[in-house]
């Protein structure tokens, strides 16, 4: 018979102990384990993050299965992509979700590919039923939501999307059982890195604060304006990615679908119109404002706070109004 | 050396975000397809920039020879775009992506470019500016047996292989890999080049070789969907957003800046 369990992967160690999206993660994964009558289990491959075994436990987890194989630490596409199919190989008929980041994009469709069985990208929202699975996926950089079913009971992977979906709460209490299981990683990396990338000054996904500009900045130099808020506000530089394109700024400032994805306190965007692939990047922001001259901007159907006006005008009043109060 | 580009048509983003923001997107009775006959039909804007790296490639080195394939019902318009700008083959692999998910059309892909005669790069866009998904490189690579390096700024030949910048978010990861591989483009590449009038005029003559996917060899099992795209909404925006209006600048400024020490979104909260 076919496996019934749910499988949540985590490829990345993350902050604070607990790899990217994790309570999301752990929220979606008790929901369609309850759905499907089958195991929830954790596969952790590489690093196992500090707080998971909590974590998991918290959200019911049968058992977090730790491969801790040397060729799983950093960038290893093949041995991932090879240990995960190991395991569901073993598993036919389970789902595997996995948060969606930057690196888990390249290694989650090779893992379907391998197995042979269908993956969904950027899901937002899944559910499980007799006859098979329903999700919903954005699309069109958000502007727009795809439902997608497979039929039956095959192998299925999906990647959640990591600023959609609320996580639940959690449930019964103390750590759940780890497990270290040994999968096959296979042949030596293809793929070796020569160089890493190396963030100066504190990351977007971590910032608490982030003031963004866009190209109602309308030249180079008045990104000094936006800085000098951030500054006074003890928060981060985001931008657009017109901006990014254009040079003003370094690539890892940009926020949105092929930028960062942030969640922070307080966002405030200055010259930015609202397209989908930059406010999908901002609105886990618990308070986001908009500052933009047209009142028509798109922006501002997402915001909580508008100010229409010039953007060159508003930052340094606001940087001033905070400085004074 | 071949470099196989691989591209795709869309409908252009702006047009469909602008339909979106005016609530005027049209769904097809098949409740999945945008219908708005005015959107303009474009190459993803990736592929268009995946073309981009291997025109380069081919600047720098007579020798390679770039060949674009595209799996789709309609693809005449973008393959002639792709000779405009450089492309030596054109290649329309006629299949109706319609019945197909992204695994069938990665597999289709990965026959077409092992049948004829293999490739020393497969370089395609990092993701497809409808579906978002970034999965057709991955099973297109899995089924050449092929490294997979995502998200890249800068392509060059290093020895065998390929030295590779992926644009990740904590900025320039440089990567080598010895063998032939599948490389997806990000826009971090820079503009793609616009075809001069004279190659707009010749390309218009080219028509691109038709490839039957019957003639690949994959099976039935294959080639049917894992998963069946079912329905396209728009979802709904629930906003709420108070405007700050009135009075100075500075008295606008110093009204927001109360409102966000209030709901404590910065230090210095009302207690
Ligand atoms: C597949 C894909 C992926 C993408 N990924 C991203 C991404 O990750 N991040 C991203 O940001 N974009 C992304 N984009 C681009 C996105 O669609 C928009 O083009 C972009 O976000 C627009 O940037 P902007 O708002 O700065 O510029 P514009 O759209 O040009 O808007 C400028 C705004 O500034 C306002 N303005 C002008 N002057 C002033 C002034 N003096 N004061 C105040 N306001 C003023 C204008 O009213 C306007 O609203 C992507 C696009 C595609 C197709
Ligand atoms: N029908 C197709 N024909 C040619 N290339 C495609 C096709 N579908 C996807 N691709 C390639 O795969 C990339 C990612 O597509 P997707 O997985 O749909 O997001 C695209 O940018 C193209 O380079």
Redesign the pocket.
């Known amino acids: 018979m076919a496996s019934r369990d749910v499988v949540l992967l985590s490829i990345d160690s993350g902050r604070d102990g607990l790899p990217s999206n994790a309570l999301r993660l752990a929220a979606m994964g008790r929901r369609l384990a309850d759905q499907r009558g089958g195991q929830l289990r954790w596969l952790v491959l590489g690093d196992l993050p500090t707080q998971l075994a909590t974590l998991a436990g918290s959200y019911g987890v049968t058992a977090v299965d730790h491969a801790d194989d040397d060729s799983l630490g950093g960038w290893a596409g093949d041995a991932q992509v090879n240990a995960a199919a190991s395991y569901l190989g073993d598993r036919q008929g389970a789902l595997l979700i996995a948060a969606q980041t930057f690196d888990s994009r390249c290694i989650v469709p090779r893992i379907a590919a391998r197995l042979g069985c269908g993956v969904v990208m950027n899901v937002v929202d899944l559910d499980s039923d007799d006859d098979g699975l329903s999700l919903t996926a954005a699309a069109y950089g958000g502007d727009t939501r795809s439902g997608y079913r497979f039929e039956g009971d095959a192998t299925a992977v999906v990647a959640l999307g990591d600023n959609v979906v609320d996580a639940g709460p959690a449930g019964s209490q103390g750590e759940a059982p780890l497990e270290t299981v040994s999968l096959d990683c296979g042949e030596p990396e293809r793929v070796s890195v020569v160089e890493r990338a190396v963030t100066e000054g504190p990351r977007l996904e971590d910032a608490e604060v982030i003031v963004a500009g866009g190209r109602g900045l309308q030249d180079a130099a008045n990104l000094g304006l936006v800085e000098e808020l951030a500054t006074a506000l003890g928060g981060v530089v985001g931008a657009s990615r017109p901006i990014v394109d254009d040079g003003w700024i370094d690539r890892s400032q940009q926020v949105g679908l092929t930028g960062s994805i942030t969640r922070p306190r307080l966002y405030i965007a200055a010259g930015i119109s609202g397209a989908s692939q930059h406010m999908v990047g901002c609105t886990s922001a618990k308070t986001l404002v908009a500052i933009n001259i047209d009142p028509d901007a798109a922006v501002f159907r997402q915001c909580r706070y508008g100010l229409v006006g010039d953007c060159l005008e508003l930052l340094p009043a606001i940087t001033r109004a905070i400085k004074e109060s | 050396m071949r470099v196989v580009v691989?591209?795709?048509e869309v409908l252009d983003p702006d047009a469909v975000s602008n339909y979106v923001l005016e609530g005027k997107l049209e769904i097809g009775e098949d409740g999945r397809s945008v219908v708005n006959a005015s959107i303009p039909r474009l190459m993803?804007a990736?592929?268009e920039q995946?073309l981009e790296a291997a025109l380069r490639l081919k600047d720098n080195d007579e020798s390679v020879t770039v060949d674009v394939?595209?799996?789709?019902s309609d693809s005449a318009d973008i393959l002639k775009h792709a000779a405009a700008m450089g492309a030596d083959g054109i290649f329309h692999?006629a299949a109706d992506?319609a019945g197909l998910d992204?695994s069938a059309?990665g597999r289709l892909?990965g026959a077409w470019v092992g049948s004829s005669g293999g490739a020393q790069l497969v370089l395609?866009?990092?993701?497809?500016s409808d579906?978002?998904?970034?999965?057709?490189?991955a099973v297109l690579a899995e089924a050449l047996s092929l490294p997979l390096v995502t998200i890249a700024r800068d392509v060059a030949v290093a020895g065998d292989g390929w030295r590779v910048i992926r644009a990740t978010p904590d900025g320039d990861e440089t990567v080598q890999v010895d063998c032939s591989a599948v490389v997806?483009i990000s826009n971090e590449l820079g503009d793609p080049r616009y075809p001069t009038m004279s190659n707009k005029m010749k390309a218009r003559r080219r028509t691109a070789e038709t490839v039957e996917p019957s003639s690949l060899g994959l099976s039935a099992d294959e080639l049917a969907p894992r998963v069946v795209m079912t329905s396209t909404s728009v979802p709904e925006l629930h906003g709420q957003c108070e405007f700050i209006e009135g009075g100075s600048v500075d008295e606008q400024a110093a009204a927001l800046v109360a409102r966000l020490r209030q709901d404590e979104a910065i230090a210095g909260g009302s207690a």
């Open positions: 691989c591209a795709r993803n990736y592929d995946a394939v595209s799996l789709g692999l992506p992204c059309i892909l395609c866009g990092r993701q497809a579906d978002d998904q970034g999965v057709v490189p997806t």
